[in-house]
């Protein structure tokens, strides 16, 4: 989704799309659905969207009939996307679904005109600032219409129980996530403060919510895989780590299997009115 394109599975994204659901914020779409209450038939971008988790949330939590246009690079997500379609609208009203294969990272206004609401879910902290700017810009250069925002991390993780490694573990795994590229160093945790200013800048109202991962018990699959690659990212980072990272990690990934793991994955949502 940057500049530089990240990989990712159908498999992961099946895998998290129920504690993605779990996590956003019920209390930003309800509020969301108000506004737009009397908007009548809407047209509903996805940047970054995917295999469509994000609309399969929405969709049913909003009035009226409903076009959703999924921008994405892998055209193959963008087939999973079609396939499922979301919906009924919270009023039983018809949801449509449209792929569009594009890079969310050089949209122009003119992508998004007659667009009445502006969506993402875990795509903000992929973005440079630069990035994030450029998308923003094309948000708000073409007209003034609401965005949700959903699911940017926000760098802090708990695991429970707790293990002295803990703490480095997430430090590098953040630094990970801030990481230089060709097209610049990712946010990561910053792209919360770095999108609200950029939107309130912009004179927008930003409603800011927590929408935490939680994962125990039920999750125990999607833990193990996301301690996986937090671990595998961390030690890309700092190799140090690299010593102690195999008996750390076969640890967690046994009280994971035994269900005896919590992880919580801290997130913000994103709520911008005009």
């Known amino acids: 989704m940057s500049a530089e394109g990240v990989p990712v599975s159908p498999e992961w994204l099946l895998l998290r799309e129920p504690a993605d659901a779990a996590a956003r914020s019920a209390e930003l779409?309800?509020?969301?659905?108000?506004?737009?209450?009397?908007?009548?038939?809407?047209?509903?971008?996805?940047?970054?969207?995917?295999?469509?988790?994000?609309?399969?949330?929405?969709?049913?939590?909003?009035?009226?009939?409903?076009?959703?246009?999924?921008?994405?690079r892998d055209a193959g997500l963008l087939k999973l996307a079609v396939a499922d379609v979301p919906g009924p609208a919270a009023d039983g009203a018809a949801v449509t679904v449209e792929a569009r294969r594009s890079d969310i990272t050089r949209l122009a206004p003119g992508d998004l005109a007659g667009a009445s609401l502006i969506v993402a879910s875990a795509l903000l902290d992929m973005l440079t600032e630069d990035e994030l700017a450029r998308m923003l810009g094309a948000c708000t250069g073409s007209g003034r219409r609401p965005m949700l925002l959903a699911l940017t991390v926000v760098g802090r993780v708990a695991v429970i129980p707790t293990?002295?490694?803990?703490?480095?573990?997430?430090?590098?795994?953040?630094?990970?996530?801030?990481?230089?590229?060709?097209?610049?160093?990712?946010?990561?945790?910053?792209?919360?403060?770095?999108?609200?200013?950029?939107?309130?800048?912009?004179?927008?109202?930003?409603?800011?919510?927590?929408?935490?991962?939680?994962?125990?018990?039920?999750h125990a699959d999607l833990a193990a895989e996301w301690l996986d690659g937090w671990v595998a990212a961390a030690c890309k980072q700092e190799p140090a780590l690299a010593a102690e990272a195999g008996a750390y990690r076969d640890r967690r990934l046994a009280e994971a299997a035994a269900g005896e793991l919590a992880v919580t994955v801290d997130h913000a949502d994103l709520l911008v009115l005009p």
């Open 29 to 72: 779409a309800e509020r969301l659905g108000r506004h737009l209450a009397t908007a009548g038939r809407l047209v509903i971008h996805d940047l970054g969207g995917g295999s469509g988790a994000m609309g399969r949330w929405l969709a049913p939590r909003l009035p009226g009939p409903q076009h959703w246009v999924v921008h994405d």
């Open 163 to 218: 293990d002295r490694l803990d703490a480095r573990m997430a430090a590098a795994f953040n630094a990970h996530q801030r990481r230089p590229t060709t097209a610049g160093r990712r946010l990561g945790p910053d792209a919360v403060a770095a999108a609200v200013g950029e939107l309130r800048g912009a004179g927008a109202e930003v409603i800011v919510r927590p929408s935490p991962w939680r994962l125990a018990g039920v």
